[in-house]
């Protein structure tokens, strides 16, 4: 039987932040990737797999190793060719028959509830966006003809947004605004936190 697992991207260089953004320490004390990997793994998720530049992955192994055991780690040493590069390394991982999240660190937010009312929604050859109030948000989940076709790409330098326009487009309407949010600078965690 086929699986579901969330790929979470952390292997942005965090330029904007100015700061490790997986290791960004939310109100309640947790880092944004042990926020993401506690919530996957209370939607039972069948694989976790996060990808890391080099020193995110050293600061890793530094300061977080338990994390190490609840989730698969693939390195991507280019991270400046963006983020298509990292979900290529991930999806290489899958069988042809899983279906996937696709998840960026700095998109923290996302409710037990839409996880699995998007999983009910997905086909094979579609993915589904959460929207709110129209706007799309975090994260997508990738039909498994898209992981496929990811798979088959040698093209490294792809841009993931047109790969999914070939596809079909689900809308899974939420009432929570925190789909639409990203965390990319200093200013965006303040206005979290106040």
């Not at 506690?38 to 192994?61: P, T």
């Not at 998007?118 to 990738?142: A, E, R």
């Not at 093209?155 to 789909?179: G, H, M, W």
């Amino acid at each position: 039987m086929a699986s579901c697992p969330v790929i979470i991207l952390a292997a942005g260089t965090s330029r904007r932040m100015g700061e490790r953004k997986p290791f960004i320490k939310l109100p309640s004390g947790i880092t944004l990737l042990e926020h993401l990997l506690n919530l996957y793994q209370r939607c039972d998720i069948s694989e976790i797999i996060v990808v890391f530049n080099n020193d995110g992955y050293n600061f890793l192994k530094e300061n977080y190793a338990s994390l190490e055991n609840n989730a698969r780690i693939v390195i991507n040493p280019f991270p400046e060719k963006g983020r298509f590069l990292s979900i290529q390394k991930a999806v290489s991982l899958l069988t042809k028959d899983d279906s996937c999240f696709i998840h960026n660190v700095d998109n923290p937010f996302i409710s037990p509830d839409l996880i699995q009312s998007m999983k009910k929604m997905l086909l094979s050859d579609s993915y589904v966006c959460p929207t709110y109030k129209g706007k799309g948000g975090h994260p997508v989940l990738i039909g498994s003809k898209i992981v496929t076709c990811i798979q088959s790409l040698s093209d490294k330098d792809r841009d993931f947004k047109q790969i999914l326009n070939s596809f079909n487009r689900i809308e899974c309407a939420t009432p929570y605004a925190d789909v639409c949010l990203n965390l990319n600078t200093p200013d965006d965690i303040n206005k979290m936190i106040h």
